[in-house]
């Protein structure tokens, strides 16, 4: 089993719906994050959170909202999806113990098309 | 606002040839500058990294090049195979504060 999950993988959505993309991972890490992908806008950071009482916004967080229900579950929603929310959502994972290194773990990604 | 300047967005490389991406970066607080791998249908993973205090870090045959004078760093991929076909991301990060700021990301193809 991969150590960040994400679901759903897919996801076609209409105008106006409300999605929630979830992520969970096992490798007890504190840090995780929402990044959004886009072709030749790279990866843009939606959201971030430290733990359960910390989270923070990041350069893109309009239009979403998100939620850390346990430290291993942290969740991103549309709360009135648009179609410029068309993207590749990535979670990532850090554990703030190794310090300078700071390396993320991502999951495999979640694809949303929003028409 | 980029912080980070990735080029080129794509790049064509024949099969033993030497791959070469760019980045530039202008916060001079950045202290640790990765480079991260994504293959399709895959998330990014940790490929190689570099701190400033150093101009060259070699780990098999990927290297990284910092120049910190200039604020630029690179990538090299000797001896560049298929299967190094993927898109690569520069990447600068600042310790302490537990983010980082991505570059736009390079495709790279090599050709059999």
């Known amino acids: 089993d991969a150590d960040v999950t994400q679901t759903p993988r897919n996801r076609i959505t209409k105008t106006g719906k409300r999605i929630m993309l979830e992520c969970s991972q096992t490798?007890?890490?504190?840090?995780m994050y929402w990044y959004r992908q886009d072709p030749g806008l790279g990866l843009r950071l939606i959201y971030y959170s430290f733990d359960v009482k910390d989270i923070n916004k990041g350069e893109i967080s309009d239009g979403y909202s998100v939620s850390r229900q346990a430290q291993a579950k942290f969740s991103l929603s549309l709360e009135s999806a648009i179609p410029n929310q068309t993207a590749l959502y990535f979670c990532?994972?850090?554990?703030?113990?190794?310090?300078?290194?700071?390396?993320?773990?991502f999951g495999e990604g979640s694809r949303l098309t929003v028409l | 606002q980029q912080q980070v300047k990735q080029s080129p967005q794509s790049l064509i490389v024949q099969k033993g040839g030497i791959s070469i991406i760019n980045c530039a970066y202008e916060?001079?607080?950045?202290?640790?500058f990765p480079w991260y791998q994504q293959f399709p249908g895959k998330g990014p993973a940790l490929l190689i990294a570099?701190?400033?205090?150093?101009s060259e870090k070699k780990e098999g045959r990927f290297t990284i090049s910092f120049n910190k004078s200039a604020k630029q760093f690179s990538l090299h991929i000797m001896d560049s195979q298929p299967g190094d076909s993927a898109t690569y991301f520069c990447a600068a990060y600042t310790s302490g504060t537990y983010k980082y700021i991505f570059g736009t990301g390079t495709r790279l193809k090599v050709l059999a």
């Open positions: 490798k007890g890490h504190d840090r």
């Open positions: 990532a994972t850090g554990d703030r113990g190794r310090g300078i290194t700071g390396e993320l773990f």
């Open positions: 570099i701190r400033p205090d150093v």
């Open positions: 916060n001079t607080a950045f202290d640790y």
